[in-house]
């Protein structure tokens, strides 16, 4: 696994992290509590459905009728334990600093905004209809580009098995999400899981929070020119 290498500057309080973090186990420890006939109920009224959203004829509809809400709530539903943890490791791990840099509020954006247009492409990409997409991964990986744009040079942790001990060694950041998006790429066209894991999702999502975090960065840049008079 790898970890984000901390900085030695004070970092400002992060909120919006945490928020995430309580309110991604609350929704999936309130799934997980009631019967199979119930939690099958909310998965389905609560998740993204590919059919519906493939054809863009559809997409005024759905938001007349407050389907597109869905893209939103599914990032709050998860299967089951591995695919919730999973989740919220790297949320920790890029939105942390993520959030220091954009601000709590930017980030909230991002993570809602990019796991609801990562959910919007794995439903036009799917062909199967009516599938049902669950889960925050489109959303993290929006954090996973924002965190690429946001730190370019940046070096993450990574714990390398070296026989019966463990050796911590930093890697260029890039070279490691680099790594992470071409797998996401090839699955999603070969991957062992098609059909069972949205790809397409972490690939949008992925795409969308570089963009975000670019726009973002500008922004900030802009307002601080102005404030000094340049």
């Known amino acids: 696994m790898f970890v984000a290498i901390p900085s030695r500057e004070k970092a400002p309080l992060r909120w919006a992290t945490p928020l995430l973090f309580m309110a991604l186990w609350l929704c999936f420890i309130g799934s997980a509590v009631l019967p199979d ?54 949320l920790l791990i890029f939105g942390l600093p993520a959030e220091r ?75 490691l999400i680099g790594i992470w998006a071409a797998l996401q790429l090839v699955f999603t066209y070969i991957g062992p899981a098609f059909g069972a894991v949205a790809w397409s999702a972490h690939l949008a999502g992925f795409a969308f929070g570089g963009l975000f975090a670019l726009a973002a960065r500008a922004g900030i840049a802009r307002r601080l020119r102005r404030s000094r008079g340049f």
């Open 37 to 90: 006939p119930e939690q099958r109920r909310l998965m389905l009224d609560w998740g993204t459905l590919s059919g519906g959203l493939t054809d863009p004829a559809d997409w005024w509809p759905a938001i007349r009728s407050g389907r597109v809400l869905r893209l939103v709530t599914a990032l709050f539903l998860h299967a089951d334990w591995a695919h919730l943890l999973g989740n919220l490791v790297f």
């Open 101 to 175: 840099a954009m601000g709590p509020l930017r980030f909230l954006a991002l993570f809602l905004l990019g796991g609801a247009v990562a959910n919007l492409a794995a439903a036009i990409m799917i062909g199967t209809p009516d599938r049902l997409i669950i889960g925050a991964s489109g959303a993290v990986s929006a954090l996973i580009g924002a965190y690429l744009a946001l730190f370019p040079g940046a070096k993450l942790g990574v714990v390398v098995p070296l026989g019966l001990f463990l050796q911590f060694v930093k890697v260029p950041a890039a070279l």
